[in-house]
Nanobody, 121 residues
Framework: QVQLVESGGGLVQPGGSLRLSCVASGSIWSIRVMAWYRQAPGKERELVAS???????NYADSVKGRFTISRDNAKNTVYLQMNSLKPEDTAVYHC???????????????WGQGTLVTVSS
């Protein structure tokens, strides 16, 4: 019913920048929260940043001041601008959304398939 598709991952040198995008499509009435999580090899998935429909944002301490989450509500899209990247930022980044369906008004949590970010020289 609802899909999230991420893009923008890749290989970047330490200190570099990348911009991730995630587009939600399907039977969507509204999206209250859109977020980015990441999972590094051998580690648990962790919240990187989240943004609500009213503009509130939240960041993991490890990315504050370096990453910026933003939303285009009209396009059901969330972005993650990542600056000053470090090798420890290497992970698969997953988009997450709390979606209210147009057909039933039921809310559900949706995940994207992930995009790999590798920070290495």
């Amino acid at each position: 019913q609802v899909q999230l598709v991420e893009s923008g991952g890749g290989l970047v040198q330490p200190g570099g920048s990348l911009r991730l995008s995630c587009v939600a499509s399907g039977s969507i009435w509204s999206i209250r929260v859109m977020a980015w999580y990441r999972q590094a090899p051998g580690k648990e998935r962790e919240l990187v940043a989240s943004g609500t429909s009213d503009g509130s944002t939240n960041y993991a301490d490890s990315v504050k001041g370096r990453f910026t989450i933003s939303r285009d509500n009209a396009k059901n899209t969330v972005y993650l601008q990542m600056n000053s990247l470090k090798p420890e930022d290497t992970a698969v980044y997953h988009c997450n959304a709390e979606v209210r369906l147009r057909t039933s008004f039921r809310s559900l949590e949706v995940w994207g398939q992930g995009t790999l970010v590798t920070v290495s020289s």
